[in-house]
C-alpha cells in the first residue's frame, strides 16, 4: 500500500540555521503531498502542498517540491526561527482522499 | 468562524468500559477521519466516512467503532477498552484531502 517515511528526529538547530528534513513516499498512483505542523498541545495543520510533480508548495517562508522521479517532497526553510519548533509530518492523499501520514519530526531551534 | 471541537480533550478510563469520543465540526465537510497519535508511529488511520450513513474502517480499526447519523458529528466508541488504546486522538475533517484537512485538538486517553 501507499506509504510515506520522513527522517527521524529530533532534529536540533541555532535559531538562523538552514533546515531540510527529508521526505519520500511510496504511491501507485499520482498523489499529493503536503507538510503538516503540530504545535505544543494542538493539533495539526497544514503547512504547504503540491498536488503534481514540479510543483512547489511554499508558506511561512518553508517551501518543498514534489519530486516524481525520486518520489521525494523534502521540506526547506533558509533561516529558521525559535517560534518554528514543532513536530512536522509529511502526508499523502491518494485516490480515495484519505490522508497517509509519516512518522513526524520534532524539531527544536534554540536561540 | 467554522471549527471543528473534540471532547473531552482529556479522560482516564478502566479496562472494559466502553468509552466514547466526540467530534463535532461547523465546516460542512463530507469526509471526516479519526486518527491515533503515538510515538513512532505517527498518525494511523482508524475509522473514516464519506458523507451521512457511510462508515469504513482504516488500517488500526480494531476495538474501535464509528456511526455518522448526520453532518456535523462522527462519535469514535471503544467497546471494550485496552490499555492498548491508550494514546492521543485526533480527528480531522475536509470536503477533499487534496485540499486542507482541518484537526482538532485532540483528545488524550488513558486507560488504566
Known amino acids: 500500500g501507499d506509504s510515506v517515511t520522513q527522517m527521524e528526529g529530533p532534529v536540533t538547530l541555532s535559531e538562523e540555521a538552514f533546515l531540510t528534513i527529508n521526505c519520500t513516499y511510496t504511491?501507485?498512483?499520482?498523489?499529493?503531498l503536503f507538510w503538516y505542523v503540530q504545535y505544543p498541545g494542538e493539533g495539526l495543520q497544514l503547512l504547504l502542498k503540491?498536488?503534481?510533480?514540479?510543483d512547489k508548495g511554499s508558506n511561512k517562508g518553508f517551501e518543498a517540491t514534489y519530486r516524481k522521479e525520486t518520489t521525494s517532497f523534502h521540506l526547506e526553510k533558509g533561516s529558521v526561527q525559535v517560534s518554528d519548533s514543532a513536530v512536522y509530518f509529511c502526508?499523502?492523499?491518494?485516490?480515495?482522499?484519505?490522508?497517509?501520514f509519516g512518522t513526524g519530526t520534532r524539531l527544536q531551534v534554540f536561540p | 468562524d467554522a471549527e471543528i471541537t473534540q471532547s473531552p480533550r482529556h479522560k482516564i478510563t478502566e479496562t472494559g468500559r466502553q468509552v466514547t469520543l466526540a467530534c463535532h465540526q461547523t465546516?460542512?465537510?463530507?469526509?471526516m477521519f479519526w486518527y491515533r497519535q503515538d510515538l513512532g508511529h505517527g498518525l494511523r488511520l482508524i475509522h473514516y466516512?464519506?458523507?451521512?450513513?457511510?462508515?469504513n474502517k482504516g488500517e488500526v480499526s480494531d476495538g474501535y467503532s464509528v456511526s455518522r447519523s448526520n453532518t456535523e458529528d462522527l462519535p469514535l466508541t471503544l467497546e471494550s477498552a485496552a490499555s492498548s488504546q491508550t494514546s492521543v486522538y485526533f480527528c480531522?475533517?475536509?470536503?477533499?484531502?487534496?485540499?486542507?484537512?482541518?484537526f482538532g485538538q485532540g483528545t488524550r486517553l488513558t486507560v488504566v
Open positions: 480531522a475533517s475536509s470536503e477533499r484531502v487534496s485540499t486542507e484537512a482541518f
Open positions: 504511491a501507485t498512483g499520482y498523489p499529493s
Open positions: 503540491a498536488t503534481k510533480a514540479d
Open positions: 502526508a499523502l492523499s491518494d485516490n480515495t482522499d484519505k490522508l497517509i
Open positions: 465546516w460542512n465537510h463530507n469526509n
Open positions: 466516512s464519506y458523507g451521512v450513513q457511510d462508515t
